[in-house]
């Protein structure tokens, strides 16, 4: 697989030093050869930095007025995220912490440059800033996940509150039409966003699956979810009208039908339902509608 060379800015004002620094690079990298951008001050450092997009920096740290943790201070203050490796011309431990909070990504000094520690060094920086673009990638897409987690569960909030909402308006309705045209309506206006919530679960589910916590949090609202389509469910079916429909009914599974509707209000009111229904009833012959008002009442 053919490979990219890399771009990289040398800031060196020693003409000498820099033919050697680029010579140390095409030795350690010859393929693909890298091209190296090469200028003496930091001014003109800044301007292409400015202008172009680089992989890597190297920048001395004698500049003439302006030294290379000035400039490192003044690219960072830019936002400019390039990895950066600061050579000096003798060690110092100070300069290189200096260096280190000023945002650089390496420190070499030149009296110990060769081949092998130039390229180790580079290598190195390309490793930490890849690790890093890596982090602050996954970083923003957590938390793209969390705000819409965030945003769904308190559509779904809403959508529970219209629902609950809805349930206590039909438990005092008297009309059985009247029940099914509120609730209809109140169905559909309900059926709509819950879908659309439904559907950024399932898509946040299949993107961040190798996330437990989230995974977790986003089955627990699917469950929420499935819980209102069931409840949405019993209300559709027990507002249906129309002219006396006889059928071959499960009376157990009617009252159960009506239970799932009421149960919720009966709990917080203090009224706790027990059931005893007999499994060998046998099926009745009888409008579904009718009954189902007959057991609300």
Known sequence: MNREP????????DEDDAFYIKDLIREGMPSPLPRVDHTSTAAEAESRLERNLYDLCLFDYRLGEVDGIDLLRTVRGRNITVPIILLTGQGDQEIAVEAMKAGATDYLTKSKLSTETLTHSIRYALGLHREAERRKE?????????EELKVAHEELQASMRKLQTAQKQILRSEKLAGIGRLAAGVCHEILNPLNIISGHIQALAMEREDDGSLMDDLNSIMEEVQRIEKIISGLLKFSRKGDMELKHMDINKELESVLSILEKDMNLDGVQ????????????LADGDRMRQVFLN
Do not use: A, C, G, Y
């Not at 890399?6 to 004002?13: C, F, K, R, S």
């Not at 339902?273 to 009745?284: C, E, I, T």
């Open 6 to 13: 890399l771009n990289i800015l040398l800031v060196e004002d």
């Open 138 to 146: 996954t970083e923003k897409m957590l938390k793209e996940s969390h």
């Open 273 to 284: 339902v027990f059931r005893q229904f007999d499994p060998d009833l046998p099926p009745l």
